[in-house]
């Protein structure tokens, strides 16, 4: 359970941060999301609006949802019953843009070039012929629609406790019957070994692929593929290995009204903590100058690690009216 839970946590704030980045990103030449730009439009318009707003006069603290002066910078979340007639435009178009068929589709366009980048050095290992690369990439990609389906379903406020219960259930049941299928196409225990080594450390791989490496590359000192994986490593035990406090605070947080501030600078300062860890233990096959990159390379995940919870509470509230 402990596996699940912290892959689900992941899993919930990797969809928001996708999320965000579609919202960012200019879309496709696609008439059918013209009316999605539309909403997309409204909403970000009154998010705007709410944050010059908040600039001039603060939101007064509410219960478990407080904006810290480290924080004032961003909309503070209002309480539901506010929420309805400061933004009801921004916050429907929001829940739209979350259950719209089309942004659902651009979400897993991106789950889709993930996959494709941090499966890479797999699959040229376990050397799969082409119609193989198809069908495994498939099932990856399913997969990883089916969890990011489960997964999203926690950012409806209206979920009780029994059906977060049952979609943690869900996942489990979900990831075994795939797991048994990879299993059996690939055929070979060496294959699947490997392929289980490199589902545990796919979180920091994926970070590292789209971020990480570019960034060690612009020291003038890249990692050595030795260097990589030791890296990977060291911060795949980081993160597998929570406190029962921030066991205890993961949990809780699949709730959205846990999602608040408080719990967010929590999790934040575990995160900082691991982060030290990490460093302490990487500088056992890290150069100086390898070491002031892994440092940055830290801020930047925690930066998008706080993006999407700050952009979790924003949808989980809203979507809870």
């Not at 919202?23 to 696609?30: C, I, S």
């Not at 480290?70 to 921004?90: D, L, R, Y």
């Not at 659902?104 to 193989?132: C, F, H, P, V, W």
Request: neutral net charge; aromatic residues 4%.
């Amino acid at each position: 359970m402990k596996t699940i839970l912290l892959s689900l946590s992941a899993i919930t704030v990797a969809c928001v941060i996708a999320l965000a980045w579609v919202l960012a990103t200019p879309p496709d030449e696609d008439p059918r999301i013209a009316k999605l730009e539309a909403e997309l439009k409204t909403a970000k318009e009154t998010i705007s609006q709410l944050k010059k707003q908040l600039e001039v006069k603060p939101v007064a603290p509410v219960a478990s949802t407080m904006a810290s002066p480290a924080t004032s910078s961003i909309p503070a979340v209002e309480p539901a019953a506010n929420a309805a007639t400061s933004a009801p435009a921004g916050s429907a178009a929001l829940r739209q843009v979350l259950k719209d068929p089309t942004m659902r589709e651009l979400l897993s366009k991106q789950q889709a070039m993930q996959i494709e980048t941090s499966y890479a050095g797999l699959i040229e290992y376990l050397n799969l012929n082409d119609e193989e690369k198809t069908h495994f990439k498939n099932l990856l990609t399913q997969r990883a629609k089916m969890e990011a389906d489960l997964a999203l379903r926690l950012l409806d406020g209206k979920v009780s406790p029994a059906e977060r219960q049952s979609i943690v259930a869900e996942v489990e049941k979900g990831r075994k019957a795939y797991d048994e299928t990879i299993r059996k196409f690939l055929n070979n225990d060496s294959d699947w070994n490997a392929f289980q080594s490199w589902e545990n450390t796919k979180p920091e791989r994926t970070h590292y692929e789209s971020v990480g490496r570019t960034l060690f590359n612009s020291t003038g000192e890249p990692l050595n593929p030795q260097q990589e994986q030791q890296l990977l490593q060291v911060m795949s035990q980081s993160r597998q290995s929570p406190t029962p406090q921030q066991m205890e605070l993961m949990r809780r947080i699949q709730n959205p009204s846990e999602l608040n501030e408080t719990n967010i600078k929590a999790m934040l300062e575990y995160q900082r903590a691991a982060n030290e860890q990490t460093l302490k233990n990487a500088a056992s096959f890290l150069s100086e100058n390898q070491l002031k990159a892994l440092k940055s390379y830290q801020e930047r995940i925690l930066m998008d690690t706080e993006s999407g919870y700050r952009m979790g509470n924003m949808l989980m509230q809203n979507n809870g009216q």
